[in-house]
């Protein structure tokens, strides 16, 4: 560690101590618990951050700080690789590692350690760009993050407060910036223009969009998605409600995302501001997930969510593909879980080819790569579209021979530019929604009706040692404890439709059951069997 200076990062290491009784995890979201406990991960995640930074010959490395959809008095960091994506799976380990290290000669031995097996060169420059949500702890949080970056001497950015798909934008931008394959200006601005200018591009001509009525879930959505409204102007007017950013405890309380998902109903603050027929959506805390949803004649809820904005999505851009005469040159897939509802899988799978994956954003994220045009979005609405670059680049290249050709080559340019392809994006997401549902016509019941959701139920039965659950076939099958898949199949097919699956979570020690069926009451069924056996 010759390069770096060992006194700095010993004195501001001893300045944020881990606290014993706790260990860290990095996973899928990062690091995530209480926001009073992160101050030592913090700092560590600076260190992480600028040795990544340095890994990579001084490319940008981002930094988010949130909690996404849990409560406020929860926070959490996570790492964003150059490309906008993900931090590399082998450096969540890494990161894991350092931020348990119990004291600071421990911390120390860990960084040299990683410096050697990682072959890192310090005397690289490192570079981060980094911002919060509206978390009151993120304050303190990013202090003890800046206290990380400057202990090894990085050149660091600081975005603010903003969403985190802007923060992956950013970090995309500017890695890209005066190439080829520039992202857009790096800059809150740059992020507006881009996706402002794409829709009004797409939505041009045709009748105006009804408003738009956005839960903003008393979050940082709130702030983009009042800028945002500014550069749609009158191509899309939004209602913004839930936009109490500075009130203490409301973020995403009875709100957002989230509630609407998880308690199939909506926010009981737009109970008197909802109006039958009219559309609605609500964003979580960080605006990168997004549900709709719509009240009928009669004044009942009904969710749109990611199962229903895929099949919204995937097929408009089917048939984009085969009207500009590409069908047989780009190839459209879509990604799952084991989440997604039967139906939706069965609509898709009737129109393009289907892939089931592992729960989490980068297996989903990953396995989209693989097609020319990747669609994936969670049942939990978070979800984007990958164009492939050499998609991208034949879409530049190709000679449209008719009209309707080059006019669905345009509007799959435009969606290149309206999409958010660094993250799922609530914001990039819900103008994705419009621009759909503006050249369909379609009505949110007219949208809804495309196929009609199984019923199905979500329990949580806590068990002694989730690590006893282990299994196969992207989650859908468990090989131990031994037995009780079979004791799954037997009662399933004592139902219509049926389909259930049993995973366990990855933070704490419970299982999730999953059952859906064509009748309610037998979803219900098939989702209450009893696990004592394997639950000691």
């Not at 600028?50 to 940008?60: E, F, I, V, Y």
């Not at 993120?138 to 975005?159: H, K, M, Y």
């Not at 936009?243 to 008197?272: E, F």
């Not at 004791?487 to 059952?515: H, M, Q, W």
Request: net charge negative.
């Amino acid at each position: 560690m010759s390069h770096l200076s060992i006194d700095s990062l010993r004195s501001l290491s001893d300045a944020h101590p881990k606290p014993s009784h706790l260990r860290f995890q990095y996973g899928t979201a990062g690091f995530r618990t209480l926001g009073s406990t992160l101050d030592s991960v913090l700092f560590r995640v600076g260190v992480i951050a600028a040795l990544r930074s340095k890994k990579l010959d001084g490319l940008t490395v981002g930094v988010m700080v949130t909690a996404s959809h849990n409560p406020e008095h929860d926070n959490g960091v996570k790492i964003v690789d150059p490309r906008g994506e993900m931090l590399e799976g082998s450096w969540e380990s890494h990161a894991t590692t350092l931020s348990n290290a119990p004291t600071t000669d421990d911390f120390l031995e860990a960084v040299d350690a990683l410096i050697r097996t990682s072959k890192i060169d310090v005397s690289k420059p490192a570079r981060v760009v980094y911002a919060r949500d509206t978390r009151p702890s993120g304050i303190t949080l990013v202090a003890a993050l800046e206290d990380g970056l400057s202990a090894l001497g990085a050149e660091a950015r600081n975005a603010g407060v903003t969403t985190t798909p802007i923060l992956h934008y950013l970090v995309k931008a500017i890695n890209t910036k005066g190439t080829p394959d520039s992202y857009g200006d790096d800059s809150e601005e740059g992020y507006f223009h881009k996706l402002g200018t794409a829709f009004k591009s797409l939505v041009g001509g045709r009748p105006p969009l009804e408003p738009l009525l956005i839960d903003c879930a008393n979050g940082v959505g709130a702030l983009a998605a009042s800028s945002l409204a500014e550069y749609l102007g009158s191509s899309l007017p939004l209602v913004l409600e839930n936009t109490s950013i500075s009130t203490p405890g409301v973020l995403n309380h009875a709100c957002g995302a989230d509630y609407v998902k998880t308690m199939q109903r909506l926010p009981p603050s737009l109970a008197d501001r909802l109006k039958p027929g009219q559309r609605a959506c609500s964003l979580d805390g960080d605006a990168d997930r997004l549900m709709y949803y719509y009240l009928d004649e009669r004044g009942t809820f009904h969710m749109l969510d990611g199962d229903k904005i895929a099949a919204l999505v995937a097929a408009f851009i089917v048939d984009l593909v085969k009207s500009a005469g590409l069908e047989n040159d780009i190839k459209v897939g879509v990604v799952q879980t084991a989440y997604a509802n039967g139906a939706s899988t069965r609509y898709l799978f009737e129109r393009l080819p289907v892939k089931c994956v592992a729960t989490g954003v980068k297996h989903l994220h990953h396995a989209a790569e693989h097609y020319n045009i990747g669609v994936y979005f969670e049942a939990n609405g978070h979800g984007t579209v990958l164009f492939s670059q050499s998609t991208q680049s034949k879409l530049a290249q190709y000679q449209p021979s008719t009209p309707a050709q080059s006019t669905a080559l345009t509007h799959l340019i435009n969606l290149i530019q309206l999409i958010n392809q660094t993250v799922g994006d609530a914001l990039s997401d819900v103008l994705l929604v419009e621009t759909v549902l503006a050249h369909k016509s379609y009505t949110g019941e007219e949208w809804d009706s495309l196929y009609v959701d199984l019923p199905n139920r979500l329990v949580k039965v806590v068990v002694g040692d989730r690590n006893a659950f282990r299994t196969e076939n992207a989650e859908r099958r468990l090989v131990s404890p031994p037995g009780l898949q079979a004791k799954i199949d037997e009662l399933v097919r004592r139902y219509d439709g049926g389909r259930s699956f049993v995973r366990p979570s990855g933070t704490e020690d419970v299982v999730r059951v999953y059952a859906e069926a064509v009748v309610r009451s037998q979803a219900d069924g098939a989702s209450s069997f009893s696990l004592p056996a394997y639950c000691n």
